[in-house]
């Protein structure tokens, strides 16, 4: 990683948190897929960028953090195994067994982060109370600064450090190590998978999983394919219910319809 990529991928860091605090265009274009895709053509790799932002993508699905409750920084594991990946000359899943941990690891940094912006805000609400309105704004927008530098650390961490140095300790690493990685690695899409389907109501769309097991186990159809019939399945299903907003409406017609017949036959 050069000094150009560097300074690219730390201004998208701080980009896309800043978006995730604003317009969020990135934030519901999914996000570890988008970082994927932009790191690795930053790093020259966008190939392996897609794969390991598509598989974590999975695990974000499965999980949300409401509130104020911390959850893994997908996201932030998908830079950084993305640019590690791309130095190191590995595969995806490799990568994965690498961005799973940082993601992990960011959760800490996010308690770290928003304790910092609680202190902010506080100084902002004093301001606010005394009048003075341009000290409460400083002070607001001063708390982007910890948000853009909650992805941006690491980065900086991987650059000191040398993504060639990371290199070297792959090529070091006994072929164990790098297999036992590679398992890791490939399990977890059927993980993140996993995660997705415990919060879905599998119980009652069950038929549609035997389906997609079916195609893939026997009719040997690639994902897309069967991300396609699932949209078709889908929005036929869709159709067939109606629009869900104005069936309610027109339920709520008919019911009011009735109460005013039935008052005028009283009447």
Known sequence: MNFLQLVLILAYCALYY?????????YYGSTPICNGLIVGLIMGNPLVGLEI?????????GGVGYGGASYPEYDVGTIIATIVCAAAGQGADFGLAIGLPVSLLMMQI????????TFMIHKAQSC??????KGAFRWL???LIPWSLKPMLPV???????PEKVADLVNMMPDFIIGALSVAGNMLPAVGIA???RY???????????LGYAMMGYFNLPMIGIALFGFVVAYLSYKGMGNPVSVAAERNTVSENVQIGADEDEL
């Open 110 to 117: 996010d308690v770290l982060v928003k304790t910092v912006s």
């Open 128 to 133: 606010t109370e005394n009048g003075n309105d």
């Open 53 to 61: 932002g598509a598989t974590l993508q999975l695990m974000q699905l």
């Open 18 to 26: 800043y978006d995730y605090w604003n317009i969020m265009i990135m």
């Open 200 to 210: 879905m109501n599998v119980k009652e769309y069950f038929i549609y999983l035997i």
């Open 156 to 162: 900086l961490l991987l650059f000191i450090l040398g």
């Open 141 to 143: 927008l001063s708390g």
């Open 195 to 197: 995660i997705l389907m």
